[in-house]
């Protein structure tokens, strides 16, 4: 059929049939096989490793929200990549950062920004908050098969929340479980050590400024005491990829700006290894 299709120059029938405003339905129903949790693993003799990624913290701030993550990837003992990108924007209004197995995660948001996508498509009008990290939450359970052979996938959500005006963050376990985070939290190996340093800093009445210093202040200290976590390389130009979520969209650091506040940070440390031990200065 889909010969006939190409030579016809005609939609295939599915594309023409009824139905969810879901794409991962729409595969589901039509092409299976194509969803990442349906794929066959081969069978593999010994210790099989891939590259995996980690932290990504959040923060949320009066006007909305960071989400921030470190750029290494690891396999094994070994660092695989040195300059990943774990952070993407999803849709106009928020941002999923990856932790876990690297290329299902790069492929899983993928899927996530096209279901987000096809959705306003069909429906003329976006997901709330809400709908959107209930999807990412299904997408999770979908790859629990995969999960439990250790190729497992955690991300964080993060977005602006346009009706209750103000910024919302969303973690999740490997089951698919959906929990909504106060504040600040973190995901990743480096997480436990974020965490310390997200909680020992932060306040209810940050400024964006603030907040997107505080991510980086939690990355650092994650690189400081897990070795799967990268911090700012000054030497490689390689800093933390920071988005911010305000009701004006969410925006990307450029290079620039992330180099201006890591070099910041770094300059800091110098006076004071350990961080700074009560509120930002």
Do not use: C, W
Request: aromatic fraction near 6%.
């Amino acid at each position: 059929m889909e010969a006939n299709s190409r030579s016809t120059g005609r939609l295939p029938a599915a594309f023409l049939t009824p139905g969810s405003s879901s794409f991962m339905d729409f595969l589901g129903e039509h092409s299976p096989e194509l969803l990442p949790g349906n794929r066959a693993l081969p069978v593999v003799k010994g210790t099989f490793e891939a590259p995996h990624g980690t932290t990504i913290v959040a923060v949320t701030f009066a006007g909305g929200v960071v989400i921030a993550g470190d750029r290494r990837a690891t396999m094994g003992n070994m660092i695989s990549q040195r300059d990943m990108e774990k952070v993407f924007p999803a849709d106009e209004y928020s941002a999923v950062g990856i932790a876990g197995t690297a290329g299902l995660a790069v492929e899983m948001v993928k899927l996530f920004q096209l279901e987000l996508e096809h959705f306003e498509k069909v429906e003329g009008a976006q997901l709330s908050l809400e709908g959107k990290a209930n999807r990412l939450s299904t997408m999770i359970r979908g790859n629990l098969g995969m999960a439990m052979q250790g190729l497992a996938v955690v991300p964080l959500f993060a977005g602006y929340d346009v009706d209750r005006g103000r910024g919302r963050i969303f973690s999740y376990d490997v089951t698919g479980g959906r929990f909504e985070e106060q504040g600040f939290t973190a995901t990743g190996s480096g997480s436990v050590f974020a965490r310390g340093s997200l909680k020992k800093l932060y306040r209810d009445d940050l400024t964006q400024e603030q907040a997107v210093t505080l991510v980086v202040q939690a990355l650092y200290d994650a690189a400081d005491d897990d070795s799967a976590t990268g911090g700012p390389d000054v030497a490689r130009r390689i800093y933390p990829i920071v988005v911010v979520i305000t009701d004006e969209g969410a925006n990307r650091l450029t290079g620039e700006q992330s180099s201006e506040v890591a070099h910041s940070v770094v300059q800091h440390r110098l006076e004071q290894p350990d961080g700074p031990r009560a509120a930002l200065l």
